[in-house]
């Protein structure tokens, strides 16, 4: 297919995306979504995804949820096992597959924008977004059987294409295939020229409120910067859980108690966006106390990092996975290998304006890379190259 300038011909794109409506605001779904709209502008594309049947299916509820702009497309809707089954992984993974068998090559293209080793369509030109890789099976019980769906599923696609460099690291190192980058789209802009000027003594965090986050160990950090230096920053904690981690927040909330320390919850993307504005200096922990060649459970790009920079926010991030690759140390801010380098590096960024306006500029900077318009532009230069 030729294309015109960054422009495609009408073509029939299936974009598989099964968990729209059984997750809040999660970055397959965001990712799957602006691919999407971007293709949607030029083409005929349709959704793929699940539904409960005991609840509506409300479209203008998903493009809320994620921050897309409206666009139109089609969804095809299938009915789903109810959530107590989701949780048994070969019944949910039976279900996808069947579902990715009913797209038939009428399409011209098919995207699968999900995690795991679901296999392509048969007989078109097939992707899979890689949000980060599954190993292949190399031993245990149905050993045969596994590495014989393993080779189904490497093969059936024509392009692999990762959030990170990171996580092309480790897709290439399991699988032994060649993989290209496209980084997600920041979802979030900011034209205010007087950014730098409107911003307060604030340190903010957005993140679940899940263990693998370390949002304690980043409170921890915070006493200790008040204790030691006596910093007068607020923290702002950020973030939704689930009723699985009822607990977690319960315990976060004890452990804020006396300082000044804000949790957050049910924020919309407008009130987000606003406390980007105020706050100078952002934090991220998730990886924090695991080990780099525990690369499943480090961060695999880090979207907020990149919405946080987009507003002047200064990144003080762990020195791991994803963040380590959004910052570059000492250029957009700082990366940190322990609690006290964090709260060090914190009092020294924010005790010298000089360094914090030069970090904060260079963040705005750094996070024009992951726009929509790059976005755009890097995605149609693979798809060309296909259809």
């Known amino acids: 297919m030729h294309a015109e300038k960054g422009k495609l011909y009408m073509k029939k794109i299936a974009i598989f995306l099964p968990n729209l409506s059984f997750v809040g605001s999660g970055g397959a779904e965001v990712y799957g979504l602006g691919i999407a709209e971007i ?118 696609y024509t392009m692999f294409l990762a959030n990170s460099d990171f996580t092309k690291k480790w897709f290439e190192k399991y699988w032994e295939k060649d993989c290209y980058v496209l980084n997600p789209p920041a979802r979030v802009e900011c034209n205010d020229e007087c950014i730098l000027k409107n911003k307060q003594n604030i340190i903010i965090a957005v993140d679940r409120l899940v263990p693998d986050k370390c949002i304690l160990q980043m409170v921890s950090a915070y006493k200790q910067l008040v204790d030691k230096f006596k910093c007068d920053y607020k923290f702002i904690i950020i973030g939704n859980t689930s009723k699985k981690y009822e607990y977690y927040k319960h315990e976060i909330e004890q452990y804020i108690s006396g300082y000044h320390i804000e949790l957050l919850q049910n924020v919309t993307q407008k009130k987000l966006c606003e406390l980007y504005k105020s706050a100078k200096i952002f934090w991220h922990a998730k990886g924090y106390g695991v080990d780099e060649n525990d690369p499943y459970n480090l961060e695999h790009f880090g979207m907020t990092t990149v919405e946080a920079m987009t507003f002047g926010c200064v ?73």
């Open 39 to 156: 293709l949607s502008e030029d083409n005929d594309v349709t959704i793929y995804t699940r539904y409960n049947p005991s609840r509506k299916f409300d479209i203008n509820r998903i493009y809320d949820t994620y921050g897309s702009k409206y666009f139109s497309t089609k969804f095809v809707k299938m009915i789903s096992v109810g959530y107590k089954h989701i949780a048994i992984k070969d019944i949910l993974e039976f279900q996808l597959k069947k579902m990715i068998c009913e797209i038939d090559d009428t399409f011209d293209l098919f995207i699968n924008c999900t995690q795991g080793k679901l296999p392509g369509c048969k007989n078109i030109p097939s992707i899979h977004i890689v949000h980060f890789p599954d190993k292949p099976v190399n031993n245990g019980i149905f050993f045969l059987l596994r590495k014989r769906i393993d080779s189904l599923y490497i093969g059936s």
């Open 315 to 387: 990144p003080i991030v762990i020195n791991k996975a994803g963040p380590a690759e959004v910052v570059e140390n000492g250029i957009q801010g700082r990366c940190w290998d322990t609690l006290d380098e964090l709260c060090e590096y914190t009092w020294e960024v924010i005790s010298s304006e000089c360094d914090w306006s030069r970090y904060s500029i260079e963040s705005i900077n750094k996070a024009k890379k992951y726009q929509m318009s790059s976005f755009r532009e890097q995605l149609l230069e693979y798809i060309n190259t296909l259809i």
